[in-house]
């Protein structure tokens, strides 16, 4: 079983900056790719930033040049930083790694979301 804790979303005023954090726990070999998805009210989730193992990135035309994804691989931890943001950032950000557990098998889990509210 493994988990995910996100943290960090937040209310916040356009052009600021939130940094939101993802910590996987349990039976955990290694992590290949880490990502942060979005939805906002009535739309689909999309895929907002990803990073693979050897930190090759890749980010929605949207956030390119003001979002960063990292990650932390000793500590299960990816992170994403959140600049610039605009009203339309507004959503529910989701994190999702794609975990290789003790027993070899390949699992892709989710947080459970964590809200980011762009206003005035």
């Known amino acids: 079983q493994v988990q995910l804790v996100e943290s960090g979303g937040g209310l916040v005023q356009p052009g600021g900056s939130l940094r939101l954090s993802c910590v996987a726990s349990?039976?955990?070999?290694?992590?290949?790719?880490m990502g942060w998805y979005r939805q906002a009210p009535g739309k689909e989730r999309e895929l907002v930033a990803q990073i693979s193992r050897g930190d090759g990135t890749k980010y929605a035309d949207s956030v390119k040049g003001r979002f960063i994804i990292s990650r932390d691989n000793p500590g299960n931890t990816v992170y994403l930083q959140m600049n610039s943001l605009k009203l339309e950032d507004t959503a529910a950000y989701y994190c999702k790694m794609s975990v290789v557990e003790f027993s070899s098998r390949n699992v892709d889990t989710w947080g459970q979301g964590t809200p980011v509210t762009v206003s005035p």
């Open positions: 349990g039976s955990i070999l290694i992590i290949n790719d």
